[in-house]
């Protein structure tokens, strides 16, 4: 699915990172996934940035 959506001019993001950048370590493993239009990741993205900042 994030292959399809990156293909079609959208994003698929983790929470941490760009999900095809994802390497999973067992065959089952499972990650959270935003999929979605580039502007709504890119808010998505935002949203996570400025909740690290409060954390930090």
Known sequence: MSFLMEQSGGQAFTGKQRALELVPKKIHERSSIFL???????????????AQEQDA
């Open 36 to 50: 979605g239009s580039y502007d709504d990741i890119e808010e998505i993205k935002s949203l996570y940035a400025a």
